[in-house]
């Protein structure tokens, strides 16, 4: 046992690197096969171990692999012998029948060989006329042999055949990948016996027979990621399995590679053949929408990749059974908005939240997680909190809060990341004010009194991107410096702790300075100075009435005058608009005719968009609104009439119009005008009680650009998003088609804003 826990972590020893940029964060938590093991690179070429040079045959991208094989190992005697081979990109279309091969000594190739690749040949499924691999040689070179009437040696149609009735016994890892492999067949790896890592990422595979793994006993790492089938239509394959309990011979098995892999929910049921050994299991980007309650009761997992995956974690307890034994858990981009299916798991150190939709950190699961050292919450929807959060969490080091919504830092968020080793913050718009500065000066305090600071992790968590990641953060990361500070610039910071910036550069570091409106550095920001925390301003106010009087008389005289002579243009445009809007009224009362139920609509639709935008809206959506759906459109640059004022035009137009379509853009939020048409329409929509309204996004808004109007009609009226494949392009059309119809064939009411 003690061996394979040391082949297993030999996986996943870090690999710290030097100085530099700070490595990207990971999308899914397992490695590639080259990421975990040392003895070939990613073309397939051999990488022996210290002192094994004289035991390799790298016969890698060799078109006549077979003969050269023969002709390498009649050099091989006494002390030498073949412990690596590698027949990488030979285009093989089968594994070839070369273990009986002999060197000089007698010994078969298959009872010399510990480590072999395969990686990059393309194997075909049956068999094929002319490629049968039935001539080899015997070890001298000097006579041709016949396997073909070989008892041992049958031609098999499975592309496996050079494996059928070979025994390996000293072979401990194999390399199957991107071999266009799409079946493994019954007892396919019986005679590995001792066979510790088996790598079958990159394949085509949609069939595990029931005993495909039958024999791998002191398996401890199977990689089956990235393994992608499609029939001949081009829609994917499910995997299947003539038995869910496909893994139930692995009885040594400590790590399973599931990740990229497409699986539904009827794949789910092979999970439960995982027995306790196992310790390390990545689900990471297969296309799960659901865990099924209880599905790990039978296992003992330590890590657990979740990743990339919508919605697996939003029933009520999908990781029921691992409270007490799973140390880390990576859930990117699962659209998780709540942390409470955390609650009670009180060994968990590492949690890895990162590009999910939460807005508040539950306290009561926090206050469970007492053993959690690394907490990720970058690209959430978290705000400023105003009372103790992850203070309540002893144990940890590392938080990371990145592209948040955190816009102000308030002296108890200060007090609350005190204990904290290393915080990163980047990311959030944030607004001036000294407790930012505070939080700085800390950081460069703390820089100074303190040395580098290492996560612990167990040994259970000597995986890659667990333990070097985050160390890499730590040790490439540049320091907070105050080089022209001294000592005395420290003494008024009210508060004392450990905290260092993780993610820190002045760049990234700014907040708005709200009377100004400008950004600048928060290493620019005033000072609360040590004065301004004890001052008791109600002692203040009583001990100074008469100053507090006049400074209060004097803005009120001063001030209207002065808010006159700022706003002078924009009062003089709200009498304008007040003057168009009575006019307007007027206007509107002729075309209208009395009824609730007889408005009459000039226009189906009214379009607001940005000039940026007008092509896309010509050549696109103007000929398939008016040619196919006979919708008639009302443009701003064609139906606006001359003479009247563009509010007036905005306003007239859109009262006169059935429905009102917003063509939403980044260069749209740009627009003065296309802001207020926008504004308009919410405000269309609140008087009138209509629900006439179609929003089309020809690209990505993220939630950070988005004004609170546009954000508000997001959240409660469906949209329609321009596709960026042509082949969806119809679907999009026909969408639009169906909504613009619905709403022209609405029964009509009386919905003018005048």
């Given at each position: 046992?003690?061996?394979?826990?040391?082949?297993?972590?030999?996986?996943?020893?870090?690999?710290?690197?030097?100085?530099?940029?700070?490595?990207?964060?990971?999308?899914?938590?397992?490695?590639?096969?080259?990421?975990?093991?040392?003895?070939?690179d990613?073309?397939g070429?051999?990488?022996?171990?210290?002192?094994?040079?004289?035991n390799?045959i790298d016969?890698s991208?060799?078109?006549?692999?077979?003969?050269?094989?023969?002709?390498?190992?009649?050099?091989?005697?006494?002390?030498?012998?073949v412990r690596?081979?590698?027949?990488?990109k030979c285009?093989?279309?089968?594994?070839?029948?070369?273990?009986?091969?002999r060197?000089?000594?007698?010994?078969?190739?298959?009872?010399?060989?510990?480590y072999m690749?395969?990686?990059?040949?393309?194997?075909?499924g049956?068999?094929?006329?002319?490629?049968?691999?039935?001539?080899?040689?015997?070890?001298?070179?000097t006579?041709v042999m016949?396997l073909?009437?070989?008892?041992?040696?049958?031609?098999?149609?499975v592309?496996?055949s050079?494996?059928?009735?070979?025994?390996?016994?000293?072979?401990?890892?194999?390399d199957?990948?991107?071999?266009?492999i799409q079946t493994?067949e019954?007892?396919?790896?019986r005679?590995?016996?001792?066979?510790?890592?088996l790598?079958i990422?990159?394949?085509?595979?949609?069939?595990?027979?029931?005993?495909?793994?039958?024999?791998?006993?002191?398996?401890?790492?199977?990689?089956?990621?990235?393994?992608?089938a499609?029939?001949?239509?081009?829609n994917?394959k499910?995997?299947?399995?003539d038995d869910?309990?496909?893994f139930?011979?692995?009885?040594s098995?400590?790590?399973?590679?599931?990740?990229?892999?497409?699986?539904?929910?009827?794949?789910?049921?092979?999970?439960?053949?995982?027995?306790?050994?196992?310790?390390?299991?990545s689900?990471?980007?297969?296309?799960?929408?659901?865990?099924q309650?209880?599905?790990?009761?039978s296992?003992?997992?330590?890590v657990?990749?979740?990743?990339r995956?919508?919605g697996?974690l939003?029933?009520?307890?999908?990781?029921?059974?691992?409270?007490?034994?799973?140390l880390?858990?990576y859930?990117?981009?699962?659209?998780?908005?709540?942390?409470?299916?955390?609650?009670?798991?009180?060994?968990?150190?590492?949690?890895?939240?990162?590009?999910?939709?939460?807005n508040?950190?539950?306290l009561?699961?926090?206050?469970?997680?007492k053993?959690?050292?690394?907490l990720?919450?970058?690209?959430?929807?978290?705000?400023?909190?105003?009372?103790?959060?992850?203070?309540?969490?002893?144990n940890?080091?590392?938080?990371?809060?990145?592209?948040?919504?955190?816009?102000?830092?308030?002296?108890?968020?200060?007090?609350?990341?005190?204990?904290v080793n290393?915080l990163?913050?980047?990311?959030n718009?944030m607004v001036?004010?000294?407790?930012?500065?505070?939080?700085?000066?800390?950081?460069?305090?703390?820089?100074?009194?303190?040395?580098?600071?290492?996560?612990?992790?167990p040994?259970e968590?000597?995986?890659?991107?667990?333990?070097?990641?985050?160390?890499?953060?730590?040790?490439?990361?540049?320091?907070?410096?105050?080089?022209?500070?001294?000592?005395?610039?420290?003494?008024?910071?009210g508060h004392?702790?450990?905290?260092?910036?993780l993610?820190?550069?002045?760049e990234?570091?700014?907040c708005?300075?709200?009377p100004?409106?400008?950004?600048?550095?928060?290493?620019?920001?005033?000072?609360c100075?040590?004065l301004?925390?004890?001052?008791?301003y109600?002692?203040?106010?009583?001990?100074?009435?008469?100053?507090?009087?006049?400074?209060?008389?004097i803005?009120?005289?001063l001030l209207?005058?002065?808010?006159?002579?700022?706003?002078?243009?924009?009062i003089?445009?709200?009498f304008i608009?007040?003057?168009?809007?009575a006019?307007?009224?007027?206007?509107?009362?002729?075309?209208?005719?009395d009824?609730k139920?007889?408005?009459?609509?000039?226009?189906?639709?009214?379009?607001s968009?940005c000039?940026?935008?007008?092509?896309?809206?010509?050549?696109?959506?103007l000929?398939?609104?008016e040619?196919?759906?006979?919708?008639?459109?009302?443009?701003h640059?064609?139906?606006?009439?001359v003479?009247?004022s563009?509010?007036?035009n905005i306003?007239?137009?859109?009262?006169?119009?059935?429905?009102?379509?917003?063509?939403?853009?980044?260069r749209?939020?740009?627009?003065?005008?296309?802001?207020f048409?926008?504004?308009?329409a919410?405000?269309?929509?609140?008087e009138?009680?209509r629900?006439?309204?179609?929003?089309?996004?020809?690209?990505?808004?993220?939630?950070?650009?988005?004004p609170?109007?546009?954000?508000?009609?997001?959240?409660?009226?469906?949209y329609?998003?321009?596709?960026k494949?042509?082949?969806?392009?119809?679907?999009?059309?026909?969408?639009?088609?169906?909504?613009l119809?619905?709403?022209?064939?609405?029964?009509?009411e009386?919905?003018?804003?005048?």
């Open positions: 046992m003690i061996f394979k826990v040391f082949i297993f972590f030999s996986y996943f020893l870090p690999c710290l690197c030097g100085h530099g940029h700070p490595p990207k964060p990971p999308k899914c938590l397992s490695g590639y096969m080259t990421d975990v093991q040392n003895w070939v990613e073309n070429r051999l990488i022996p171990k210290p002192g094994d040079s004289d390799v016969l991208t060799t078109t006549n692999p077979v003969q050269v094989l023969n002709e390498k190992m009649n050099l091989f005697r006494r002390r030498r012998t690596y081979l590698s027949l990488a285009q093989l279309t089968r594994v070839p029948p070369i273990f009986q091969l060197d000089n000594e007698m010994r078969p190739l298959a009872m010399m060989l510990e690749t395969l990686f990059g040949n393309n194997f075909l049956m068999s094929t006329a002319g490629e049968h691999y039935t001539l080899s040689f015997n070890a001298t070179g006579t016949n073909s009437n070989s008892p041992q040696r049958q031609v098999v149609s592309w496996s050079g494996f059928t009735a070979v025994n390996f016994p000293n072979l401990k890892e194999l199957l990948r991107s071999c266009s493994l019954k007892n396919l790896f005679g590995m016996p001792n066979l510790t890592a790598y990422g990159e394949n085509e595979i949609h069939f595990i027979s029931s005993s495909a793994f039958y024999g791998l006993r002191n398996l401890v790492h199977l990689d089956f990621s990235r393994n992608e499609f029939d001949e239509n081009g994917p499910n995997l299947a399995t869910y309990l496909v139930n011979y692995l009885e098995l400590v790590s399973l590679d599931l990740s990229h892999t497409k699986l539904t929910l009827r794949n789910l049921g092979m999970l439960k053949s995982l027995g306790k050994s196992v310790r390390s299991l689900l990471c980007d297969t296309g799960l929408t659901v865990l309650d209880g599905i790990f009761n296992t003992s997992l330590h657990l990749d979740l990743s995956n919508s697996i939003n029933n009520q307890r999908p990781l029921r059974g691992l409270e007490d034994t799973l880390a858990l859930a990117r981009e699962v659209n998780l908005q709540r942390i409470d299916q955390f609650q009670n798991f009180s060994n968990l150190l590492v949690l890895q939240l990162a590009g999910n939709e939460i508040t950190v539950d009561e699961t926090i206050r469970t997680l053993a959690l050292k690394v990720n919450l970058n690209k959430n929807r978290l705000n400023s909190w105003f009372e103790p959060t992850f203070s309540l969490l002893p940890l080091h590392l938080l990371s809060l990145q592209d948040n919504n955190i816009n102000v830092i308030t002296e108890q968020m200060i007090a609350d990341l005190i204990n290393y990163a913050l980047s990311g718009f001036c004010n000294c407790h930012a500065k505070d939080l700085y000066k800390m950081a460069a305090k703390n820089e100074k009194n303190n040395t580098e600071d290492f996560i612990d992790l040994e968590l000597l995986h890659r991107n667990i333990y070097s990641y985050y160390n890499d953060l730590i040790q490439n990361r540049s320091k907070v410096g105050l080089e022209d500070c001294e000592e005395l610039c420290f003494d008024d910071i004392s702790g450990s905290f260092r910036l993610d820190y550069y002045p990234a570091y700014v708005l300075q709200v100004e409106s400008k950004t600048i550095f928060i290493s620019d920001v005033y000072s100075g040590r301004a925390r004890e001052i008791n109600e002692q203040e106010l009583n001990g100074s009435r008469k100053k507090l009087l006049a400074l209060l008389i803005p009120c005289v209207p005058v002065a808010l006159i002579f700022v706003f002078r243009r924009r003089k445009y709200f608009t007040m003057r168009n809007s006019m307007l009224s007027l206007i509107n009362k002729k075309d209208a005719v009824g139920n007889n408005t009459i609509f000039n226009y189906d639709v009214f379009v968009y000039n940026e935008d007008r092509g896309w809206v010509l050549d696109h959506l000929p398939h609104m040619a196919e759906c006979s919708i008639s459109a009302c443009l640059e064609r139906d606006f009439l003479g009247l563009i509010l007036e306003v007239s137009c859109m009262d006169r119009s059935r429905s009102i379509m917003l063509i939403l853009s980044q749209f939020l740009l627009s003065q005008w296309c802001q048409e926008m504004h308009l919410q405000h269309r929509l609140l009138t009680r629900e006439d309204l179609t929003l089309i996004l020809l690209e990505d808004i993220p939630r950070r650009l988005r609170n109007t546009l954000h508000y009609l997001m959240m409660t009226k469906t329609i998003v321009w596709p494949d042509e082949s969806e392009r119809p679907v999009f059309w026909k969408r639009l088609k169906k909504t119809i619905a709403q022209k064939n609405k029964p009509t009386n919905a003018s804003l005048a």
